[in-house]
């Protein structure tokens, strides 16, 4: 292999290190240094981000976001997202699981063609999948209520700003929304288990569910824990589907953390009370930090397990 004498690298080396600059670059920029910039911010009282009268004040951010009239807005948007997060989770395995076995179990050359369909929500904007799911549930004139009505299923329109219909619809099409992205995770697990041990319980007499507990999910467990990272950190910062149904206006009911912390920190208003950046990043911190520390746990978890 030709090396850099010069530097003692190889140009394999350096070819990786050039495909990966871009990536550590972007992630470096958008995710370490706000993060870096963010710290000292909690410690004081600044307003905006324009706010030049900056001083120190220590834990107080800590004790007002847990003191009226803040913790009114704010556990609130904890029980609403921890409950979100719960039937999203459950929507995962609903939806992409199910999927993915379908599409591993299917031997057809429509395959490819139902993968793309199934993977086509993916690729809306989040804004889009919010607006379109209250535009079909519009009491008025919804497609899926008008449809419904007609068809005598229903005797009134289902109000989508509900907060019992707005805790199980708006999982619901998130779940739709990354049925592919999903999928996708899950079949590779799936790709990735040895056929001959599947053969081998067919021979041994195993039926289909014993092969799932005992040959499928131990040998995609990987894939299982990068879903669940993904779905746990996701739920805590959905924020385009909340905003597409109102939840800046008068939707309260999908009025998450993520929403709330916006209209801290870039609004001044929350839930029509005055708040400050320092607050708003304050109360991020407080959600973020023990989701990173569970993100952790559970990837240190996973490698443990491994197959």
């Known amino acids: 292999m030709k090396r ?33 910039i ?45 409950i979100f997060m719960v039937l999203n989770y459950a929507t995962v395995f609903i939806f992409g699981m199910s999927l993915a076995l379908l599409m591993y179990e299917t031997k057809s050359k429509y395959r490819k063609p139902f993968f793309s369909i199934i993977y086509l929500p993916y690729m809306i904007s989040g804004l889009g999948i919010g607006m379109l799911l209250s535009m079909l549930f519009s009491r008025d004139t919804g497609s899926i209520n008008l449809l419904l009505l007609k068809l005598g299923i229903i005797k009134n329109a289902i109000d989508i700003k509900n907060p019992s219909v707005s805790t199980w619809a708006f999982p619901a099409f998130i779940g739709w929304r990354y049925a592919g992205f999903n999928m996708a995770i899950f079949l590779g697990g799936l790709l990735s288990i040895p056929p001959e041990t599947i053969d081998a319980s067919r021979v041994d007499g195993a039926n289909y569910f014993q092969r799932l507990w005992h040959i499928y999910f131990p040998q995609m467990f990987a894939s299982i ?23 800046l206006t008068a939707n309260k009911n999908v009025r998450f953390v993520s929403i709330l912390i916006f209209k801290l920190g870039f609004s001044g208003v929350g839930d029509a009370q005055t708040g400050t950046l320092a607050e708003a990043v304050t109360m991020s911190m407080v959600v973020n930090i023990p989701l990173l520390v569970i993100g952790i746990l559970l990837t240190r978890f996973q490698k443990k397990k491994q197959y």
């Open 38 to 82: 963010a710290v000292p911010i909690i410690f004081s009282d600044q307003l905006s981000f324009i706010d030049n009268d900056v001083h120190f004040v220590g834990l107080q951010n800590f004790v007002s976001i847990f003191s009226p009239p803040l913790v009114n807005s704010f556990i609130p948007a904890i029980k609403r997202t921890a």
């Open 4 to 36: 850099n004498h010069k530097m003692g690298i190889s140009r394999d080396t350096l070819w990786d290190a050039a495909f990966l600059s871009p990536q550590i670059i972007l992630y470096f920029s958008l995710t370490i240094l706000p993060f870096i």
């Open 225 to 247: 824990m990068i879903a669940t990272v993904i779905c746990l950190i996701g739920s805590w910062g959905v924020f385009d589907e909340a905003v597409g149904m109102g939840a």
